[in-house]
């Protein structure tokens, strides 16, 4: 079996080096980072063939992922990680921070669905974008942000994966802001990149930490030595990188961002902002689950975290007319289901990669989907201009029909076996974490409905002029392939088998038998949704939907509506005092210094007066001002050294 | 009395030697040489003399000699007062770098037509008939070579300097001419006069503040001397009151040198005024001589009891950045912007220099904040001349179009150069695979590991503050359509010789290079060991 470190239920990362079909390892980044570069840099000359070299390459990333998952299978639990060094990064005395490569049971799974899902997204973007002017470009930010996607899963230490985190954020920046001549789309994207920081800074912060705790970056001398560390320090680290979680995967309380990034084009909201990027957080806590394991109270907020986010993102769900931004709220939520199963241990992580994948699967499909109408409606998003698309839009329908029934875990589909299990675990842990996450799946059911009802029942609603249209073979291709996997998923539960596999990373649980019998568990969950079905269908189906959302709501969906007022937090708690904060500082740097002297007439119009004299502070006053100074250092000095 | 005469090293000061003496070289030039031939004598000359003294450098550094223990290299050099160690010789070594960079963006004469960006006769009055004469005949000062090769003699001798007067005059030596030199623009006469009087006012001011400071100091220690110094703080000898306010004023001079809050009000005004090239020389040049003193003086006189004044940096530093980054967010012009950036890597730079210092009291791989500081000085270099040449293409009909309207839609027009603006700007910010990452992750785990976590977070909320400055020029660039208000213009870019362009190429290749491959630059700063006590 594998090594574990002293009172650790978690295995160490002790990978061996890459040889055979390992050793190609670095190709699966290399492929979709030559071809953003290419197409970059080839510039016009690539407009005519780019968009299918692009599509090409995470093709051949996803065989060689293929190959290497084969080849994994085929060795012994404890083979199964390889790591693969590229060059140094640092090195300076015995620092040493190398550009590592490590392939396991997790990095493999990844792997899988950021190429799979990544190709088959490239596949329908060739279609979806087809008239952009600017799709070379389009293409090129895609495989950057694969690139980058793979380095994050595959780099063995916290500077290399921290690389690849802010390459997705860079790559998302420049996706989501790609229709540029859209002011809020621009807005958008500055949106995300900013609150991505603040998560970043915290992922940085633990990175330093782990550096100074531990003289190293590298998962495998950390994942041996964290034992040794004190219970503060991993309790704080366990925070840090649960920030950081936060902010990539828009879990309370940085969630402001998703809902508005879903102004970049459609694909880019299925692959980045649905199926990969935003579950990297969760990618990040079963990682450095040897430090999770030891900080329980960490463990306790991550959990805390994923109950409000769940049902904070399926109460935007349910509120939101704009299709797009309901699925990104039901994202939301369903990001928090796989932080619920990775805050829940040893128990949970297998589950939370499980709810991933299968999340990855569905929810890819829907966007694709929810894409596939917009192109057929005139880039309308607004679902209550639409209504009875099933009849003009059969394949996207019944694909669509496939992601509708996994995500709302009816009995067979993948999201049913991954939702289940996470709710059996949470009950299992806590009863009323595992009651919010039943309330969760109902309300899941409810909003689902709702979009599903909208979308493609009732009857029609849309202008004269739009004639909604099948949109062609190479977006549908994928849609099916999607639904399929959609169906399927769950066979990965069969036998425990996705357990087994992640055993060598996660860890095993030990066994107990759950306080109410697994059976009744899925019962239970399956009445609760089926509750939130039956609702919906005689609120939404029952009724006549007007054309114009109603102002005439209850808070409850007024609040939905304004995505439960996190803009007017963020605003109140920090933009506002930031604002302040800088409206003071200039007032002074050029006034106050000046006021104390002639007295106050600095309240009086001092802003109007700013702009007038911003070029021109008077010499006096930055005297005066390094007077000042130089007595605060003076009084600083002798107060600190008085004692 | 006695008179013995000094020994002078010449073996090692000879690339110092060599800049002054190319500077006095370069008046004989003005005086003697027909004005036509000037500028190209001069260019030449300052260009040869820089590369030859960072030969030189490199040479002296090769066979440094290793002092006891391996922790630190070097000599003390005439009669105590001038210290050839490790990390001098390092600044020196960027400080040439810098100061080449330097020469030639003042070389670049195709974006004004084939005149330099200096005034045509910096005695005329601006608007006045001998203003327009000067310039029909395009005439130009070529004294600003001998002033740039004063300044960075003055540079070198700064963080060099092991004796309180010596540092004194290196502070003079390499300020003077840098106030001349702001003064010198040739359009914008004015803002550039104004800025000038004010930096040499201010500059003046604070000399004071330097000088009282030394004073004081030397009636605490008796002696002038930084091992003397740092001797008589060690055993503490109970006229505490003394050391403390001349530690405090001499802190002064020096953090205004640096451009710290809340001294650094200059520095907007001057990096505005100044002719660009200039205003990138002395951004780069300025802050790595100064940090380099102040790094010394912090370090080897008052070394010994860093807890007299770690707490008053700690404050120096968290509102350094604080100021820095908060105010450039309003600003609405690309120099001005440019300069409260630097103010807040001043913040940065003063969170590495509260790290550990010595290497014993590091566990093995750790690096000691002398070195991370060194490492951030050279990012921080090659960005800031970078831009700051960038941002001498970047033009209206005015000559140099500096607010932020004008540059609307650059990255449309043209993408290279915003390209290349765009990356120095992600090295300032601290982006991965960028130089600016790893100098600020090298100065934040120093300060970390030596205690001092307040100062980190506030310097990584900072820098989370600073992300959305640099990345609102970026959006400015590529994501705004360049409509330009009524009554305005768009700014283009000029196409430069290949002086400017070399400038702009290197400071690319050198912060990718450093963000990819840092490891050789900071195994150069780690192998240039400690100061010299």
Known sequence: MFAFHEGGAVPVVDPTSADGVFSLLWLVIALPLAGAAILLIGGRLTDKWGHLLATLLPIGSFGIALAMFVGVLGRDDSDRQVSQHLYTWFETGHLNVGMDLLYDPLSALFLLLITGVGSLIHVYSIGYMAHDPRRRRFFAYLNLFLAAMLMLVLSENYLGLFLGWEGVGLASYLLIGFWQHKPSAAAAAKKAFVINRVGDMGLSLAIMLFFITFGSTSFTVISAGAGDASDTTVTILGLLLLLGACGKSAQFPLQAWLLDAMEGPTPVSALIHAATMVTAGVYLIVRSNFIFELAPHAQTVVVVVAVISILWGAWIGCAKDDIKKALAGSTMSQIGYMMLGAGLGVAGYAFAIFHLLTHGFFKANMFLGAGSVMHGMDDDVDMRHYGAVRKAMPVTYLTFAMGYLAIIGFPGFSGFWSKDKIIETALADNWIVGLCALLGAGVTGFYMTRLMLLTFFTEKRWEKDVHPHESPSVMTVPLIVLAALSVLGGVMLAGDWIVDFLSPVTGVAPHEDPPIPALAVTVIAVAVVAVGVALAWFLVGKRDVPREAPQDVSWVTKAGRNEVYGNLINDTLVVNPGRHLTTALMATDKYAVDGTLTGGPVAIGAVASVARRLQNGYVRSYAFSVLAGGLIVLLALLVVNAA | ?533
């Not at chain 2, 005439?139 to 004194?168: I, K, Q, R, S």
Request: one cysteine or more; aromatic letters at 12%; proline letters at 4%.
């Open chain 2, 1 to 533: 009395m006695d008179f013995t005469k000094p020994t002078i090293e010449y073996a090692d000061l000879w690339p110092m030697l060599v800049v002054y003496g190319v500077a006095c070289l370069g008046v004989l030039v003005e005086a003697f040489l027909p004005r036509e031939r000037r500028f190209g004598v001069q260019s030449l000359l300052a260009g040869a003399g820089l590369v030859a003294a960072l030969v030189g450098t490199i040479l002296v550094g090769r066979d440094l000699d290793v002092l006891g223990d391996g922790a630190a290299r070097g000599t003390i050099d005439v009669e105590g007062t001038i210290a050839i160690d490790g990390p001098a010789l390092f600044l020196w070594g960027i400080i040439l770098v810098f100061a080449i960079g330097g020469v030639l963006l003042f070389a670049e004469r195709r974006l004004e037509g084939g005149v330099s960006s200096f005034a045509g006769q910096a005695a005329a009055l601006p608007g006045t008939e001998a203003e327009r004469q000067a310039s029909t005949r395009g005439l130009e000062h070529t004294e600003v070579y001998p002033l740039l090769m004063f300044a960075v003699g003055g540079m070198m001798l700064f963080p060099a300097a092991n004796d309180l007067l010596t540092m004194f005059v290196a502070l003079e030596v390499l300020s003077l001419p840098l106030y001349l030199l702001c003064g010198l623009a040739r359009r914008r006469r004015l803002l550039s006069q104004e800025a000038a009087m004010k930096y040499f006012m201010l500059g003046a001011f604070s000399s004071g503040f330097f000088i009282y400071g030394i004073a004081l100091v030397y009636g605490f220690a008796g002696s002038m001397q930084f091992a003397d110094i740092n001797e008589a703080v060690r055993n503490d000898l109970g006229n505490d009151a003394l050391l403390l306010i001349g530690l405090g004023m001499m802190s002064v001079g020096l953090l205004f040198k640096v451009g710290a809050a809340p001294f650094h009000q200059w520095t907007p005004d001057v990096y505005q005024g100044a002719p660009t090239a200039v205003t990138a020389f002395m951004a780069a040049g300025t802050k790595i001589a100064a940090f380099g003193a102040l790094l010394r003086l912090f370090y080897v006189a008052f070394g010994s009891d860093r807890w007299t004044w770690q707490p008053m940096l700690w404050v120096i530093a968290i509102l350094t950045m604080v100021v820095g980054a908060v105010l450039a967010v309003v600003q609405t012009d690309m120099k001005r912007m440019l300069a409260y950036s630097s103010v807040a890597h001043t913040g940065f730079l003063l969170t590495g220099v509260l790290g550990v210092q010595q290497a014993t009291e590091l566990s093995d791989g750790e690096i000691t904040s002398l070195q991370a500081v060194l490492f951030y000085l050279t990012t921080y270099g090659f960005a800031m001349i970078g831009a700051f040449a960038v941002v001498t293409l970047v033009r209206d009909s005015g000559g140099e179009a500096t607010t932020f309207a004008r540059w609307q839609g650059l990255g449309r027009r043209s993408p290279l150069v915003a390209g290349l603006f765009a990356f120095f700007l992600l090295s300032m910010a601290g982006i991965p695979l960028t130089a600016g990452f790893v100098g600020k992750w090298a100065v934040f785990t120093v300060a970390l590991s030596a205690g001092a976590w307040p100062v980190v977070i506030a310097a990584i909320l900072c820098s989370i503050v600073a992300v959305f400055f640099y990345v609102r020029v970026i959006v400015l660039m590529f994501f705004v359509d360049g409509d330009p208000a009524p009554g305005g213009e768009l700014a283009v870019v000029t196409r430069p010789s290949v002086l400017t362009s070399a400038t702009i190429v290197v400071g690319v290749a050198a912060t990718l290079v450093l963000g990819v491959v840092p490891g050789p630059v900071l195994d150069l700063a780690g192998h240039a060991g400690q100061f010299l006590r």
